[in-house]
């Protein structure tokens, strides 16, 4: 007999177990169908009993391979700073061990889709079941908020831990659910997009959407315009240093991204926003002058030269190596607020862009505007704006993203007392972030019609992850859960008693959240 046991002795930075414990936490649901999960899941059903631990579990796979490994050391690096025990990764059928998690992709239940996924708890095992290792990751995310809040907090906390048996079966409503972070305007580093990736993973989203290109700054290097980044990559709004990602840096996004089974989608933003490829690349000005850097916050007033050759020649450059770093399927070319290109120069520029997107292998996402173009049916509209917009995407049969300003711009302030945000498209609180439905909001378009949600975050007013997260949380959850719950299954009233319990989660997460009046906070 072959030794089996793929035991991985864990570093498991020591130390910590000897010291302090965090006091136990009081978040226990005694029923299962009681537990305030984020997104709400399709079903959940209550059984008898608890599974009970105090320390290291056994976290077996039904088959070892590297992603299913990987799965299982997600769940073992979330667990060992709490429990203070090394847990021990175990094949199938060896070891019997009490308690233990298995963690298994099955074919036989493809009917849960690419993320859909059943947990069965029971005293002895706590059993998550995917038809894929994407399915495996969503379903450990209900695992965790499943555990005590204080196993956010990464430090040893006493046990013994429950969690009341039963079963939930989920899925998601639409397949893409999305946050988008503005590194443009204000640049954030590596660590800062590394956190927020966490923090939307742990609500079940699946796309990051950059913002890597606009007036203020260029965010990411192109090996073949190095300028771009050499001098429109310095500054940013209100005059500070910017930033950029060098390609091995932004790659390493992207792998973090993909192990939380996020996809990247990057965005430069044109032929408006440019001002930063304006300044930094002489050629794409109609004197061949480049334009000064520009730090102020004023949107419209720039735009690439849609009548000239080298346009695209420089844009196919970007669009070739944006497309190397992106394993996901799309590029996103802005197409918004382009107000100093005339309509007759902006609808043949996108469609020349969208040939150029098509042609590196990758389909092309644009905001409401570019409808205005004869759009490919693989493309995809991102309604911000006009609702007439996304209607007409929809009569050119292409699929819209629902990003509507007014409900779903984590930028706009709570209200008039919110310091930092903006409020032109009103005021977003926290119900009016969460009471709205992507399928009904514009009439004539419909679940088909809508490929998910997004919520974007423009940085003009945000310097830090600290204030990021303010206008972040507590409404990111809400988009989480429009994406993932049928509309049907979702009420402000409960959602916000829901909502309240995830207040212990935030603060163990460090997550510097608004504590909104509308939300009965635990
Ligand atoms: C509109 S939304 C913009 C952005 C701004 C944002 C501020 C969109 C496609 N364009 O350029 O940053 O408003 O809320």
């Given at each position: ?380 509209a991102?309604y ?6 996304a209607s007409?995407g929809v009569a050119?049969g292409v699929k819209i993203i629902m ?35 992507p399928a009904?909001?514009v009439?004539g378009i419909t679940k088909e019609n809508i490929l ?71």
């Amino acid at each position: 007999m072959g030794t089996k046991h793929l035991r991985f002795i864990l570093i498991l930075n020591g130390l910590l177990l000897v010291l302090t414990f965090a006091t136990a936490n009081p978040s226990f649901a005694a029923d299962l169908t009681k537990a305030a999960l984020i997104p709400k899941p399709v079903s959940v059903k209550s059984g008898a009993g608890n599974f009970e631990f105090n320390g290291g579990l056994d976290i077996r796979v039904n088959e070892v391979n590297p992603g299913m490994i990987s799965l299982a050391k997600y769940l073992d690096d979330f667990l060992t700073p709490a429990t203070g025990s090394n847990n021990v990764i175990l094949e199938p059928g060896v070891q019997k061990s009490e308690k233990y998690i298995q963690l298994e992709t099955d074919d036989a239940i493809s009917q849960l889709g690419k993320e859909g996924y059943e947990l069965t708890i029971s005293p002895g095992t706590i059993r998550l079941s995917a038809h894929t290792p994407e399915g495996v990751f969503r379903g450990l995310q209900t695992i965790r908020q499943l555990l005590p809040a204080s196993f956010e907090g990464k430090k040893p906390i006493k046990g013994p831990w429950k969690i009341p048996c039963g079963t939930i079966l989920d899925y998601p409503e639409y397949t893409y659910r999305g946050a988008m972070l503005d590194v443009a305007r204000h640049f954030f580093g590596p660590d800062d997009v590394k956190r927020f990736i966490d923090l939307i993973a742990a609500y079940k989203m699946n796309v990051l959407h950059l913002h890597l290109a606009d007036d203020q700054g260029w965010r990411i290097e192109i090996k073949s315009w190095p300028s771009l980044t050499k001098i429109g990559g310095t500054t940013q709004v209100g005059g500070g240093k910017g930033g950029f990602y060098t390609q091995e840096v932004y790659k390493e996004i992207v792998q973090y991204a993909a192990d939380r089974f996020i996809t990247i989608i990057p965005e430069i933003d044109m032929p408006g926003h440019t001002n930063a490829a304006l300044a930094s690349v002489p050629e794409l000005n109609p004197d061949n002058q480049p334009t000064k850097l520009y730090t102020g916050t004023k949107v419209g007033f720039s735009t690439l030269q849609t009548n000239k050759e080298f346009t695209y020649k420089f844009l196919n450059d970007v669009i070739r190596e944006l497309s190397e770093l992106t394993p996901g399927p799309y590029i996103h070319v802005g197409g918004d607020e382009s107000h100093v290109t005339k309509n007759e120069d902006y609808i043949p520029f996108i469609e020349r862009v969208q040939e150029i997107v098509l042609a590196n292998g990758k389909q092309m996402i644009g905001w409401d505007e570019t409808t205005l173009s004869a759009l490919k049916p693989s493309t995809v509209a991102q309604y911000w704006s006009k609702a007439e917009n996304a209607s007409r995407g929809v009569a050119k049969g292409v699929k819209i993203i629902m990003s509507p300003a007014a409900k779903a711009y984590l930028d706009m302030k709570y209200n008039p007392k919110t310091k930092l945000g903006l409020h032109w498209a009103g005021y977003v609180e926290v119900d009016t972030g969460y009471k709205w439905d992507p399928a009904t909001l514009v009439p004539g378009i419909t679940k088909e019609n809508i490929l998910g949600i997004e919520c974007p975050l423009w940085s003009e007013t945000v310097t830090n992850i600290k204030q990021i997260e303010s206008l972040v949380f507590p409404r990111l959850p809400g988009y989480a859960e429009i994406g993932w719950t049928e509309a049907t299954n979702r009420k402000w009233e409960e959602y916000r008693v829901r909502l309240g319990c995830h207040a212990e989660r935030f603060k163990a997460m460090d997550v510097n959240y608004y504590p909104s009046a509308k939300v009965p906070w635990k």
